[in-house]
């Protein structure tokens, strides 16, 4: 997807127009109408332990499903006749003006999946005016992302707590002196998650490819190919404290 031109506000306004068909939308949004649309084609595009590591979540996806179940039970009820006039989505949180209620949320090593994927949803969290949260370990830095989402970057931060808590303090400097307008505090990670999927797949640091894995990236060239290009994606905000 070209992160310039996001697919929801041509969305929103061939919806505006009255239209319910194909007709008019553009040629991305008629191949991919739905995330689910978008997820089986990521599951196809990239390799397996690449799409399991970015989709999945602890232990047996337990957290993961249930949340999507709670989402999906949240029930937007029209009020038709009431002659309410327009309707806004438009919102303030924590001092600030946002289009929506809702935002993008973080994601460790979004690259993996697709090379400079924080960038593309930083650019389309910027046109759209919704939060974009940063990972701590994502393949994009909090200077570079605060320069291309400055309206709506927002920060989540992993401790570090080796060294007294050094590299905390410094990422938390890093996003203050960038601009991040909210910081976004993980606490329930005290020790390693356990993510099964990825063990199954020998994903660890440093990666250790084996035939399965090669099998994967062969089978996935157009992946491999943006990777060969674009470069192996690595955790960027960690680079400074490299060997620290």
């Known amino acids: ?32 109408p739905t995330i689910a649309d978008l997820r089986k084609r990521a599951r196809r595009r990239v390799p397996r332990f690449a ?28 009020r038709y006749g009431l002659g309410a006039g327009a309707v806004s989505t438009e919102i303030e949180l924590f001092g600030r003006h946002y ?13 993996l999946l697709w090379p400079k994927a924080e960038r593309h949803l930083a650019t389309a969290a ?5 939060p ?7 393949s994009a830095s909090i200077e570079e992302i605060a320069k291309i989402a400055p309206d709506v970057f927002w920060f989540q931060l992993y401790g570090s707590p080796g060294n ?23 606490i329930d990670t005290p020790v390693r998650a356990k993510r099964p999927q990825d063990w199954r797949n020998n994903l660890s640091v440093p990666f250790k490819p084996n035939l399965r894995t090669v099998i994967d990236v062969a089978t996935s060239p157009l992946w491999a190919l ?13 680079r400074a404290y490299a060997g620290t």
Not at 51 to 78: M, P, Q, T, W
Not at 99 to 111: C, H, K, L, N, Q
Not at 132 to 138: F, H, I
């Open 1 to 32: 997807m070209d992160a310039k031109t996001p697919a929801a506000p041509a969305a929103v306004e061939h919806r505006k127009r009255g239209g319910t068909g194909a007709e008019g939308l553009p040629p991305l949004l008629r191949r991919f």
């Open 51 to 78: 799409f399991d590591f970015v989709d999945g979540g602890c232990g047996e996806n337990e957290v993961r499903d249930s949340n999507r179940v709670a989402f999906d039970a949240i029930k937007l009820v029209a």
């Open 99 to 111: 289009a929506a209620p809702i935002g993008i949320a973080p994601m460790g090593m979004g690259g």
């Open 126 to 130: 910027q046109a759209m005016k919704v």
């Open 132 to 138: 974009y949260v940063l990972s701590t370990p994502a």
């Open 164 to 186: 007294d808590n050094a590299i905390t303090f410094d990422l938390v400097r890093r996003a203050k002196e960038a601009g991040a307008h909210t910081l976004v505090v993980t």
């Open 226 to 238: 943006e990777m060969l290009r674009q470069g192996v994606p690595c955790p960027e905000n960690f």
